[in-house]
Structures are given as C-alpha cells and as structure tokens.
C-alpha cells in the first residue's frame, strides 16, 4: 500500500494529539519526525499515554534539514510558526498543511492587524489553498501550502454555504457559536483550569475575534453580495464541540422549509463529511464527538419565521485535525475518506 | 422578629430543594408544611441531604384545609396544579406564589394553547401580577397571587427592558438562551440523563417554546411597537445558570456605548438584584451561582456594531426559588433582600 | 474477506451502542439484524444519530427464528434476557456472547442469590466460558457461550491476577473501584439525571454489590488459597472509565517494586490489550477512554509500603463491547485485535 | 454587635475568595485589608464578580505595619509565607490563622523534609494549635496561632477519631480518598485545565503526599497505640468537594454496626459541623457543598465484613475557609457556627 512520509512541526498541544491518533492509524502514512522545542527527547507516548503502542517515536528539536525527507509536514504549532517554514519546504517540494491562521486570510494587511505581527511570507499567502473541501476540493489536490480552516468557520461557513451560493438571504447575518474547552489550547493559563470553567458558560470576545474575519471572507466569496456578519463565541464546560447556531433573513419569507432543506441536499449530496438532519433536528455536539462529520439541521423559529441553522462538528476533527487528513487524503489522491471513517463516540 | 407562616405545594423539585433552600433560614418565616403526593410521609431532610439539621418536616398529602392557617403558599409543582388551589387559598386569605406558569400568561387561550390543558380560574388569571420586581413592584405589594416569572423570561426580560422602555431599538429582537440542566426538572427521563447530556450541547425545541409568549408579553408591555422575537434555548452540560445573548438593532447605529450603558444604569440603579456590569465584561454564569442577582453586561458586535446585551442569572435562584423569595419579600413588606443577600458561590 | 453473520439482541443502550460503534466498521462483520422491543422499527441511526451513514439498519422485535441465520448473536440486554434465548441458538448452532452477568456466576445458587430470579438453564452456565481472554483464551475459541466479563471485575482481576499466580500476597484483598456514569445504563432513573451526579461523587452499594462474587470468583481461580475481598464501588461524574485502586499486602514485605513489576511484565508479555505502565505512573481513565485497553500500575504507599496498584479500563470498551468484540475476534479465529487498533481519544 | 477587625494576607485563591465569601456576611467581621503582591491595586470584586456589590476594598501589597490595626489575620497563601509574619502579628497582639502548612507539622523536620524549606519560626510551631475543633476546642479558644486543618486531614481524622479514641480498631488504617479539582489551587498549570482533568479520574502521589505526615500525627494523638497509615489522593473531575473512603479492622469482629454508631453518636453528639448518617447511608460529595458540614456513614463491607467509613466534606468550607471561621467564632467567643449556619447547595 501507498505510504507517504509525514512530518509535524509542533504537536504537543490537543491538535497536535489529535492528529497523531488519526495518522497513527492511518494506512498511507508513514510518520517520521515530529518537532517541539520544549518536549525535544522526550517520547510522544510518554507526554501521550493514549498512543502507548501506537509509535515510538520521541519529539525532536525542529531542524528545518530534518523536514526535506518528508512529502507532507503537517504544523500544528501557534499562529506565527508556520510561515517561517513555508518556504523552506515548497523550495524542497514538501508539501504543507498549517494547522493555525498564517495563510488563511488573502488581506495580509488584515492577518497582521488581527494576530498581531508581521507576516513572513505574503506572496505565499496568495498561492496557498483555503483548506475547506466543500469549496476548494479541486485546488486542494494540487496545492503546495494548505490554510486548515478554523474550527468555527468551519462550522460556520457550512451552515450558511448553500444560503448565499444560491442568494436565498439578505441583510444581516448572525453567527451566535459555542465550542469547547479544548479549543481554547493546552498553555497554562488561569483562565482555563477546569476550576474556571467547569460549571459555568460566558461568551468572550464579542467586540472582536481572529475568526472573525476568516468567516467574513468565506462568507463573502459565496455571495454575489457583501455580507454583515455579527459574530458572537462562548465557552461551553465540556471537551470537545462546536455548536453554531446561525440566523438569516430570507429574501422570501414565503419560502418553504423544505425548499430550502432541497438547497442543502442538493448542495451537500456528494459530501462525505457534511450530514443535513431531517428537518426538525436538533444535533447535540456529541453526535459527532471524535468524528470528522459537520451536521446540519434547518429550522424556522417559532414566532417570528426567522431561519435558523444549526451546525456542529467536533472541533479537533473536522474544526481541525481530521480536515487535515481529509485534506491530505485529497492531496495526494487517497480515498478522501480513508482514516477518517469511525463512527462519533457516544455517549 | 415578625415571622409569618408559610406552605409549600409540591417541592421535591429543583425548585422546591432551592426554595427550601433559602426558606430555612429567613429569619421571617416559619415553615409549616410541604405536601407531595409521592412522597408523603418522608422526612424532608431524607429526600434532602443538604436539608440535615435545618428541618424537621415530613412531606404530607396535599390536603387543602391544611393551608388555611399559612400566610403565604408557594406553589413549586409542575404546569397545572397551583390553579386547582389558588380560588381556594384566596378565598381563605392566603397568599399565592405559583413558581410554575399557571399564571404568567394574561392571554388565556395562548396559556392553553401553549400548556395543553383547560384552565381552571381564568379569571384569577387577570388578578394576578405577574412577580418581576423591576417592573411590577407596586402591584407585587398588594397582589394576592404572583405569577413567578420563568428563567428564561427573567434573564431575557432584564437585558432588553431599557432599551424597549426607552424606544432605542427597532426590527426584530434575537434571544439565543442557554440553560443548564436543572431547569429541565427532576423528573426521571432518559433525554436528562447524565450519560445524555454531559459533554455535550444542543439547541432544542426551535420551532417553538412555551416561555416564547412569556417573553413576548413582557417585551410587548415594555414597548410602545410591536415586538418580534426570535428565542432560541439551548441546553449547557451544568448545573445552573441561564446565559441569554441577546440581539437588537439600534434606531440610531451612531448611540455609543456608553450613553446605553448610562440609560441601563438609570433604569437598575435602585434594583438589588440587577448588576450592570462595566462595558468590556463579559458576565459568567458562575458570578452568579446559587445567588439572586442578574447580572447584564452591553456590547457592540465587532464589524456588524449590532447591539449584544449579554444577562446572566442562576435559573434556579433569581429564574425561580429566589425571585419568589424577593416577591415573598415585598409582598410582607420585609427587607427586599432579607435571605437574599449571600454572595455566589465561586468556584 | 472473511465476513460472519452477527446480530444483537437488545441495543438501545450503552453498551449497545457502543457495540455498534465497533461493528459497523468491524471488517469481519455483517450486521444483519437487532432487536429491540420497545424501539421496534425505528432505524437504529435515528435513536444514535452517531451511527447515520454506518448503518442502515432498523429495531425489529426480537423473533427466536430470525438469529439462525447468524453465526453469532451479542445480548446487549439487562440480566435475564440472553439465558431465555440461549439454549435455541446453541441448538441451532449460533454462538453467543452474552454481556449481560447470566452466565457468568458458575454457582448457580449464588447467581440467583444475588440476581433474584431463578435460572433459565444452569445446564448451560457450567458449559459456558467466562470471557476474559488474559485468563481463558483457549476456552474462548471453542466457547458456544461467553459470558462477557463485568467492568469492575474486569479491571479489579487483571490487577491482582499476576499477584495471585504467584502468590506473592496474602490476607484480605481490598478494592476501592470507581466508575463513570455510562455504567449505570440508560435506563430513566432520578439517581442518574444529569441534576442528581454532576459535580458530585458518592460510594455506593458498600454492603453488597453483584459483581464481589464475580471477582470473588475470578480471584479465587487465580489463586491457590482462598481469598477475603472488600470491594467498594464509587460513581464518578464523568461518562467513561474504570478507576480500580487495589491494595494488597505482600508475603515478603522485602520483595521489591521492580521484582513484581517483572512478574507483571512477564504475565502481561503477549497480551495485546494490557498495557503495564512503567513504576512511578498514575495512569487517568482518559488514556483509555474509548480504547480496549486496561492500563496498570504500581505502587507502594507511601509510609505503610502496601503494595497499591491502579488499574484503569473504559467500561464500556475493555468493559464490555471491547472485550465482547475481543472474545469475538478469537472464536473466529480473526486477529485478536481486528477492529479495536485505534488509540484512546484523549481529551 | 460587636465587630472584629479582620486582615487577609493573600486571597486571590480558591480559598481566599470562599474566605471572602464567608466573610463579607459575617456579621461579627469588619474586613480591613486584604492583601496580594500580584494583584495590588486591583478591586477584589473585579478579580471576582461574584464579590461585586460586597466589598469595596482592592488588593494592597504586604506591608507588615498594615496588619498591627487587626484583631485576627487569616493567612491564604501558598505554603511558607504565613511563617514570616507570625512572629510580628504574635508580638503585636495579633492573632493569626493559618490555612496552609505551615504550623500543622508538630516535629519541624518532617515538616521541613515533606515541604522542602527550612522553617522560619519552630518555636512558634510547638506553641500553634491545630484547628480541628472536634479535638482542640478548648485550646482554639486561647490560640495566638492557629494552625488550620488540611482538607483530606479533616475528612479522614474525623472518619477514624472515634474508632482510635476508643481503641476499636488494630492493625493497618487504609485511607482512599478523592477530591475535586478546586483543591489543586488557582495557579496556571497544564496539569489543572479543564482539557487535562474534566471526563477523568486518575490517582496521584501514591508513593507519598503532604498530608499523610498530618492525618498520622492527628491519628497518632488519639490512639494509644502507633498507627500504620495507607493514604491514597485521586482527583475527581468535579469542583469541590472531598469524599474519603476509610478502612479499618475491628479488634472485635463481632461488634455490631449498631454499637460502632453509638459511638461515633456519642463522640459528635454535640458538634455543630459534624453529622452522622443513619445506618446505610451512602453520603454524596454534594450535600455538603458550600457547607461547612462533615457527614459521616458507617458500613460493614458486603463478604469481608470489614469495617468501612465514608466522610465527606466540602475541601473549600470545612475543609479549608468555614473551617477557619469556625475557628475565628471559637477564638473570639463568638456563636460557634455564626456566619456558617447555610444548609449545602443541592444540586
């Protein structure tokens, strides 16, 4: 069987082990190196003992050298890591998925207001693939450097999609998410032991979030028109989710639910990792835990008719770990879904 | 110390424990009896652990004659029961807190409409003033029957109440609410199973949602248009806690921040139990765990610069058991905050 | 590929579901049917939506002819359900695995004890075969009958097993065990709602629990003198996993850490599902979660040198589903390990 | 009513706000000052807005001339910063209470070996008293220092004392014991995020942990004879709360359960914070929470007959901040439960 050989930059926070429990058993790949400067010498199933049996290997200080036996390095490090290597790697015909934001947004003036440092290679940016599948397949299979989207605007941009490619809504958009503990990261930081989360809830950033504009992006290449998106995130206490609850205005108030259930089968009938629920669905987070799966459910509010969309996914899948490796998958002309077909875990 | 006698119809509920809770240890009531018909019999401190050395009581079999000598009955059962009680105990001069719905709802045929079940005292339903002290103070003095408001009208009603009153919003209102799971009731089911709703998050009942009216009552009342709401609930893996974010649209998009922050400030200045948060906060449920208060906080939605009113409460204490003890409070001309006036619990 | 026939005998709960999981992706396996009464023709992926797109099967009621067509039937039911059907299939040649505790008490009389109902065929428990395949592999690739090892007794005997082999310890054994909340089933209850566990942690059943004559008997095979167990179970809140703490006191107080931990290694040498953690480590029931491994480790107390040892599973894996698939995968002959080679999810 | 004037050194802990939370209603308590050299300057009620509306005062950095003002200063700090100003508050007439280690540890080599400093004032060790009511009453009351309990040295010496006082019990004690997350402490660490703990259980320091040396010396005091401690922590994914699973042999096999809980009757019959359950009783970690209550049950184990003690206490109230308040009203001849008479917050 075909293996490639796979690289990691990074990998020591949830992403990072995410990923590794996908590749470890992924038939096609073959891991050779992954890097951490802080955990250098030590073994991965010593940091991770859910991958005791699964590999060997030991983290290594990131030697740019060490990535050109490589046909694949995935970055799974904080925003700013990432853009430093790109171009040591294309130069050496390495592929690359960057698990973090330095080339999902086009404006580089924008990305560098946003996270806040200079941009190390922006003409990289233009030639880099926005990692989303369900809009990008065909330039996915040939790109060198792929932008892994962000876990809401993965969750986001699936639940509005078909809305704005077929110009069903107008005026305002509303994106009210909610995700899991784990996507705020695995640093130390007060803000997220568990004594500070656990049985509670609070939204956070509504003045302003990164992914805020990578969803405005998304959302305005499907739309013939400019969108105004409100977007508003908040903590859940649990592991792993993303629920977006999504609302638009129709241009036709008139129009039928099930109409628009119609748009989004026909919009997703091809999909693998894309669901839409019957109508009267309400998906909870955990019907896709540990799942690469997006699941939609269409609704028209009680009272006022506004259209609701419901979409989650598991953030650490398809919001990022398993959309690499169907991105992978893609790239290198794997069954799209290979590795990645396990049902969700519940309860 | 003027105390005065107090009954209690139903309580082995969250509801119930919570009232309990608060109720042996106000120093102005004494606690006669609690009824239940499946528990008659059971010391309440058996149910209630919690309850060990702070009462003595046993569950008896509802009997009306039993209420004639209380000043005061909460009614803490599910929809449908208070109304069976409620002509009897004010045709004997007894006081009625109904912590259910039975009296919310001024429109009769929406109440039965929406609960499913033939009224029994509409016209008591007309006399009764419906228990939130930030807009019914006056009447909650002198009312025989208070119609404790529900969670999600609680902390939905607090957020938008200034701006409605003062006319600075127009177009429709989104309210995108999440609960923890004690507002889903003690009742054995399997949808509030621990193994069915811990790490995980979902939307429910979309389509429509009986505290929908409720608020729209409300939200209408405080209002010289029209209001037209969409209202969204969501179950959180937590205990307790209700966070509504909440939605509007400013007539004039050009009002700052700080001058809405000043007409909420005017509105709550005398409240007790309504918190305004500095601008740039963003309230956790746990800030109010387990204590009366309300606590709200405003924003401008980065990009879109819609107006995000976040309020937070605990459903079981200001959304329920606590809330009925400030009625309690202001019906006998008691302290407002006597018994109410512990911090939250935190962490 | 080799496929077998399989079906399920009950299913709707979490074992069943759990079973599912591993199933509908086994790639020895055709599921052809599963039974349930109460969710009879409802498809199986609308009660788990987990499932949707893994299967296409429906809930029929269960009919003793349509199992014959099976080469293997799983019961995923309460106790006394598999021993009404097990003597049809094995007269019609079909195996089964019963993960249910009816076959799993040789002592009949001590079963009926303990389990309040009276046998249906105790002529079939003596044939059956116990299904722990660290103990009893051989017997488990001829077995007609296995009856799948209870949680608690599943961790609880793979910790003091290489101990008891070789009598190294001697006294009473005692086993402070604790689980998570998926282990006390789906059925609807008040003591297992979200409301009564979350954030809270109690022992239960300290006089007597079903599964002490289990272990009771697992351990007394295991060893050549009898054996005085205490065993006290705890529930967590948190869905999966078994935490068993076991204490022993060694013959020879001298005999040191790293010569039991050899008697260990060499006991556990070829087993592909226990993995015995190196001395010093504290192994968290998330390095197991969802994984058919049972991870052990060992320790002497501090101050008392009791020889301590930590021994954690997922209970509805290794616990149940996992090791049902694991007996499976030997009865036929398959890889031991086909179908359950994926890491624990960790978070 | 008279009013003492009272100091915090500290305070931005998990202790230190359920201190304040005690505090800021006591009615006997003016809080002068509280202290903390991180965050001085800062309102307390904007580190904790749960706080908000109950103390105006903000963090000050530690001055030793601030405290000469106070009656009483607790001290909520990491271990070894209370030792350096208990000479200065003792001279100055001040009395301290302490709720780290620093004074716990009569022999201060032990102390210094297990907490890895050298002492700063032994003398003032031997004259400290250790807070634990139920055995020093008489001493708390004339204290300069107070050395105040440890959580899982409150549950477990309360658990064992009547046993060990009245020389019921022989051979080895075995102490399993679990507790929430909150008594980790607020300091950032990967090890205490939500992503690290929630959905799992795990033991800790098996081979040796800080508190063992305190609950043998505690135990020791009340025994005629040495005691041979196993004491085992595990963290529960939960907030607060400890539940301690004790083991012991009866000298006298055959003593009824119904005699061992007249003693323990006897022993607690007029303690305030202590409560003995009825025969059977599995006490949850929750009918304490927020309580200052420790609740105690007695079981023989089902097969072995062995004697079993669960206690549970709440390791934020009894076992640390209401602990120190019921130690503040004996020193100051204060009610004894003044400030601390709230039944637990259920659910």
Chains 1, 2, 3, 4 share one sequence.
Not at 304 to 315: A, T
Request: charged share 20%; glycine share 8%; hydrophobic share 45%.
């Amino acid at each position: 069987m075909k293996k490639i050989k796979v690289g990691i930059i990074g990998g020591t926070g949830y992403t990072g082990v995410e990923l590794l429990r996908l590749l470890v058993v992924h038939p096609h790949v073959e891991l050779l190196l992954i890097t951490s400067r802080s955990e250098a010498g030590r073994a991965v199933a010593d940091l991770f003992p859910s991958l005791r049996g699964y590999t060997d290997l030991a983290f290594t200080a990131p030697e740019p050298e060490s990535f050109k036996q490589c046909d694949l390095v995935f970055s799974a490090t904080p925003n700013g890591i990432a853009m430093k290597h790109a171009r040591g790697l294309v130069e050496n015909g390495v592929k690359l998925i960057d698990l973090a934001a330095d080339f999902r947004i086009k404006d580089v003036a924008v990305w560098e207001q946003w996270y806040g440092m200079q941009h190390a290679c922006p003409e990289l940016v233009a030639e880099a693939v926005y990692g989303l599948p369900e809009v990008n397949r065909a330039s996915i299979k040939t790109a060198q450097i792929i932008a892994n989207p962000g876990c809401y605007p993965t969750a986001t941009t699936l639940g509005f999609l078909p809305l704005l490619q077929n110009e069903l809504v107008e005026g305002d958009l509303i994106a009210d998410t909610k995700s899991g503990v784990t996507g705020a990261g695995r640093g130390a930081s007060v803000a997220n032991l568990f004594s500070e989360v656990a049985d509670s809830f609070k939204a956070y950033a509504v003045g302003g979030h990164r992914h805020h504009p990578e969803i405005s992006q998304n959302l305005s290449e499907a739309s013939a028109s400019s969108i105004d998106l409100t977007f508003v995130p908040h903590l859940i206490p649990m592991l792993r989710g993303i629920h977006a609850t999504l609302y638009a205005d129709l241009k036709d108030p008139e129009l039928a639910l099930d109409e628009i259930y119609d748009v989004f089968a026909r919009a997703y009938a091809q999909e693998p990792f894309v669901d839409l629920m019957p109508l009267g669905s309400h998906p909870d987070t955990r019907s896709v835990k540990t799942s690469n799966m997006c699941r939609i459910a269409l609704h028209k509010a009680g009272g006022s008719g506004k259209l609701v969309i419901l979409s989650v996914i598991d953030n650490l899948t398809k919001g990022a770990a398993g959309q690499a490796v169907q991105n992978m998958n893609i790239m290198f002309a794997f069954e799209e879904s290979v590795g990645l077909r396990n049902p969700a875990v519940l309860p």
